[in-house]
């Protein structure tokens, strides 16, 4: 009579773990995806390799991009593109930003190029939107409010700050065209 409570027990545990592995299973939260591309002055070669998103506190559903292009390993570029709606849709790029100065709470564009060394990190150029341009944009083409994934292109115009002149092959006035982006919002 040992052997029915054994089955019992045995039905009662297989019953139990089959109910708990079939039921749906919580998909684990998506990989963040990071891409982003651009042509600089028109070159064939986009640099620009990874970006990152993270929405501002201060100001409600907005979010600042950071796109950096490293060169074996080091950081070469680095981009922002501040201000940002959380929207789909074309936004204008209207703000001025320099090294620690900013006009407004408008969308906003700046690049720098920088010296990495793997010790010292050191900003060569800093280039700041040129308003006067018509071609300052960002277009938010997809986002996920539940993944916050977030996709866009973009394009503009900067000037070169004298304040910091690097010696660097650039000229004073740059075009950014093509942009891309993909990321997922922190």
């Known amino acids: 009579m040992?052997?029915?409570?054994?089955?019992?027990?045995?039905?009662?545990?297989?019953?139990?773990?089959f109910l708990f592995t079939s039921c749906e299973k919580i998909s684990p939260r998506p990989e963040k995806k990071s891409n982003a591309?651009?042509?600089l002055n028109g070159l064939d070669e986009a640099l620009w390799k990874g970006a990152s998103a993270v929405k501002r506190n201060y100001v409600k559903d907005t979010f600042n991009l950071n796109i950096q292009a490293s060169e074996d390993g080091f950081?070469?570029?680095?981009?922002?593109?501040?201000?940002?709606?959380?929207?789909?849709?074309?936004?204008?790029?209207?703000?001025?930003?320099?090294?620690?100065?900013?006009?407004?709470d408008s969308p906003s564009a700046s690049v720098r190029t920088i010296s990495d060394d793997g010790h010292d990190f050191l900003i060569l150029d800093w280039y700041y939107l040129d308003t006067s341009a018509v071609d300052n944009w960002v277009n938010i083409i997809q986002y996920n409010k539940e993944t916050q994934f977030i996709?866009?292109?973009?394009?503009?115009?900067?000037?070169?700050?004298?304040?910091?002149?690097?010696?660097?092959?650039?000229?004073d006035t740059i075009q950014v065209r093509e942009g891309y982006f993909e990321a997922t919002l922190e």
């Open 37 to 39: 591309s651009y042509h």
């Open 151 to 171: 996709q866009g292109t973009f394009q503009f115009t900067a000037i070169r700050d004298t304040v910091f002149v690097g010696g660097n092959d650039l000229p």
């Open 2 to 17: 040992k052997y029915p409570a054994v089955f019992l027990t045995t039905f009662l545990y297989s019953v139990t773990i």
């Open 75 to 104: 950081v070469k570029r680095s981009m922002s593109l501040d201000h940002l709606l959380i929207k789909e849709g074309i936004q204008e790029l209207r703000s001025i930003e320099k090294l620690g100065v900013i006009n407004d």
